[in-house]
């Protein structure tokens, strides 16, 4: 038998939204997310030629890659 590789899910409709919208609820800027997703160090759907939607796990995955730790004093 020949195995193929099912089709990956979307992820559900309310964890999906636009840069604009997460860059709001997130406190960032906008330009911050777009610069992401365009060196590819965010996950992204695009859909059409200017559509893109991020999943709010990616954004929040790319976020705790930004942290940066207190020194101890």
């Given at each position: 038998m020949?195995?193929?590789?099912?089709?990956p899910?979307?992820?559900?409709?309310?964890?999906?939204?636009?840069?604009?919208?997460?860059?709001?609820?997130?406190?960032?800027?906008?330009?911050?997310?777009?610069?992401?997703?365009?060196?590819?160090?965010?996950?992204?759907?695009?859909?059409?030629?200017?559509?893109?939607?991020?999943?709010?796990?990616?954004?929040?995955?790319?976020?705790?890659?930004?942290?940066?730790?207190?020194?101890?004093?």
């Amino acid at each position: 038998m020949e195995t193929t590789n099912p089709t990956p899910k979307l992820p559900p409709r309310s964890r999906l939204a636009s840069p604009k919208e997460h860059a709001k609820s997130y406190g960032v800027s906008e330009r911050a997310l777009k610069r992401a997703y365009g060196d590819r160090r965010l996950r992204y759907y695009k859909l059409g030629h200017r559509t893109v939607l991020l999943d709010s796990r990616d954004v929040e995955a790319f976020l705790n890659t930004c942290r940066v730790d207190a020194l101890r004093v």
